[in-house]
């Protein structure tokens, strides 16, 4: 659900406006965003060697460290596909730098994923500070990712 709002522009298309500086107060808050779903404190990778494969929130920086894309990943290929898969349109391989990964456990419902990705741009004002881009709503966000289920 996340993305450039349709229409806009194409993926060939220069860079959209950077979003915030990321300080280091921001990154708990993509733990925060998946509660009982947290499987680890988030860490950051280069984007071209982000080795995560499990679900997640994924929170990427320029070589400013400025906020370019908050997503989400579940499936088998995790956080590290989907950035292969941003990685393919070349405004984001030139703007891509650094990528704060946030864990999630296996099973974390999609409906759950969304609403984390959705509180973490609620967290971090980017609903404000980055207007192009769309996510998914906080909508039961408590609730979703309060408890752990365990399969």
């Known amino acids: 659900m996340n993305g450039i709002l349709p229409g806009t522009r194409t993926p060939q298309d220069t860079a959209p406006p950077p979003g915030p500086v990321l300080l280091p107060p921001h990154i708990p808050l993509l733990a925060r ?3 009982g779903y947290s499987s680890s404190t988030p860490y950051w990778s280069h984007v071209d060697t982000v080795d995560a494969y499990s679900p997640g929130l994924y929170l990427v920086v320029d ?3 400025r906020i370019v894309w908050l ?11 989907r950035i292969r898969t941003h990685l393919a349109e070349p ?3 030139a703007v891509f730098h650094r990528v704060w990964v946030a864990p999630a456990y296996d099973q974390i419902s999609r409906p759950a994923l ?3 990705e959705g509180w973490a741009a609620d967290a971090l004002a980017l609903r404000i500070r980055m207007p192009h881009r769309t996510w998914p709503p906080s909508t039961n966000w408590l609730p979703l990712v309060s408890r752990r289920q365990v399969v």
Do not use: C
């Not at 997503?71 to 596909?81: E, F, I, S």
């Open 71 to 81: 997503g989400m990943a579940a499936g088998g290929r995790g956080v590290t596909g």
């Open 91 to 93: 405004w984001k391989r």
């Open 114 to 116: 969304e609403a984390a």
């Open 63 to 65: 070589a400013r460290g």
């Open 33 to 35: 965003a998946l509660g």
